[in-house]
């Protein structure tokens, strides 16, 4: 069903609950009221720019990567319009109301790393509501074990790298003293390598591990424990240079770089109400269920985009959306070869939502082995959960295999392994149960995708990219995003002869 676009004037609604109890998921990574369609009267078709005027800026999709991207250009003194084809800002990273819950579509983390998201934060004034642990902990329950079930924890310690690991590694349960000894040995000559060099994408992750010595317990125990929910793949079919990247800048570059932040707010409050408030503030038009049909240049070298029932003339015009949909509206010429696009693969993400009517989890997350449930988080007080009990979100990354079983089954799996896992959990009462899914969660961090991502730049002057797909170096997470709207941003606005800083790097 076409919705005319409607132009952004007024505090967000709410987004309604998936129906049949199944809707989109999101993935771990990694806000008060949630969002939904913007109100207001449909305002006019944006004047063309004259010479020694404002330019004008057309961004194309709200999520992350383009709501950065318009925050920085109208920072460097554009005139921006932001188009989205949803009823809220934020893509993949959104709320939604079901019944008296607010439910994010999916668990989202992100590290002290993430410098760009962290600035994101900040800059939309959310960064309290999102706060990182004081120092990486992690609970990790191997139910499988032959003696019964045993928790470890991966923590770090104040010191240097990478020393700030060694205890842990050097007591973590779930590994002999030699396969511990065999990590230490490969992190050290991961350290070594170069992520960006182009032979590491040639090869999967687990042939790197295999040749560093590796058994198959380090890798379910370790490395794919960390692997598979930044990544969203498993060690056979994840590119060595993005995994090096993930393993390099999180756990081996400073002593808290891993440190894990969630949002303790409904996502739709950070990435949605708080984003468009300061949009409106820099006085961005934004425009919902607005979604770009063309895209085309002028004869004098400008550009056009149209939505339905309206024509908006652009300086410069950036592509915030996945590369299927980019492709779809790359005029001919932007791209040397635009079909490497549709060869960039996608991974889905799926979460299970469960509401207990007691109290069954104590620690705010953690993760299994010798289970099919990966990571678990509590989520009863962000979601507003009332009437006790507790609601837990179950996330699920790479689940090519489970992304389209009914929920039928999906519940008759995972409740007893709850149950297995946590022990108040048997004979708990279940209050509600739902599934959200999403389909192309990420793009897939296959070998050799790293020659498939295109940079911001296209051949098209005046049109740029942006999406956590494209070249930003780093895998599919909130980071990559607003890092590829930085790169957007900074480009256009050195084309427009802007002046503008980059928030993490010297003037430009």
């Known amino acids: 069903m076409n919705h005319e676009a409607t132009e952004r004037t007024a505090p967000p609604g709410a987004d309604p609950a998936p129906a049949s109890g199944t809707g989109p998921g999101a993935p771990l990574t990694t806000t008060g009221s949630v969002s939904g369609t913007g109100a207001g009267s449909r305002a006019a078709p944006a004047a063309r720019t004259g010479g020694g005027s404002q330019p004008r800026a057309v961004v194309v999709g709200g999520g992350l990567a383009g709501v950065t991207t318009a925050l920085r250009l109208a920072e460097g003194g554009v005139r921006v319009t932001l188009l989205e084809g949803r009823p809220r800002l934020g ?55 032959p003696r019964g079930p045993r928790l470890g924890r991966i923590r770090r310690d104040d010191l240097p790298v990478p020393l700030h690991l060694a205890r842990s590694l050097a007591t973590y349960p779930h590994l002999s003293l030699a396969e511990r000894a065999s990590v230490g040995r490969a992190a050290l000559a991961l350290k070594k390598l170069d992520p960006a060099d182009p032979a590491l994408d040639g090869i999967d992750f687990a042939t790197w591990l295999g040749r560093h010595g590796q058994s198959p317990r380090a890798v379910e125990a370790l490395w794919d424990l960390v692997g598979i929910p930044t990544l969203n793949a498993p060690a056979p079919r994840a590119s060595m240079g993005l995994a090096a990247m993930v393993f390099k800048t999180g756990l081996l570059s400073e002593p808290g770089a891993a440190d894990i932040g969630w949002a303790h707010v409904p996502l739709g409050e950070l990435h949605d109400t708080r984003a468009a408030k300061e949009l409106d503030a820099l006085g961005v038009r934004t425009l919902l269920r607005a979604k770009a049909e ?64 007691r109290k069954v989890l104590k620690r705010p997350f953690f993760t299994t082995l010798g289970s099919p449930v990966q990571w678990v988080f509590d989520r009863t007080d962000s979601s507003g959960l009332t009437g006790g009990g507790q609601y837990l979100a179950v996330s699920q990354s790479a689940a090519r295999d489970e992304i389209d079983e009914p929920v039928a089954a999906l519940r008759a799996k995972y409740l007893p392994e709850l149950e297995r896992l946590l022990p108040a959990a048997r004979g708990a009462g279940i209050r509600d149960f739902f599934v959200t899914r999403e389909r192309t969660a990420t793009f897939a961090p296959t070998p050799g995708v790293g020659r498939l991502r295109p940079g911001a730049r296209t051949g098209a002057p005046g049109l740029y990219l942006a999406g956590a797909w494209t070249a930003t170096g780093w895998p599919a997470t909130m980071e990559g995003a607003v890092r590829s709207g930085f790169s957007a941003a900074g480009a256009a606005l050195s084309a427009l002869g802007r002046r503008h800083d980059h928030p993490l790097q010297e003037a430009v």
Do not use: K, M
Request: hydrophobic share 40%; net charge negative.
């Open 91 to 145: 893509g993949l990273a959104f709320s939604f109301r079901r019944g008296d819950l607010t439910v994010d579509n999916g668990q989202h983390v992100y590290l002290r790393c993430c410098t760009a998201y962290r600035w994101f934060l900040d800059r939309i004034g959310g960064a309290r509501l999102a706060p990182l642990q004081d120092r990486l902990d992690v609970p990790v329950l191997d139910v499988a074990h």
């Open 294 to 357: 063309r895209i085309s240049r002028t004869d004098d070298g400008r550009w056009t985009v149209d939505v339905p029932g309206e024509r908006l003339e652009a300086d410069a015009v950036v592509l915030a959306v996945p590369q299927r949909e980019t492709h779809g509206l790359l005029p001919e010429g932007a791209l040397d070869d635009p079909d490497r696009l549709l060869d960039i693969d996608t991974a889905p993400i799926l979460n299970l939502h469960v509401v207990y009517d």
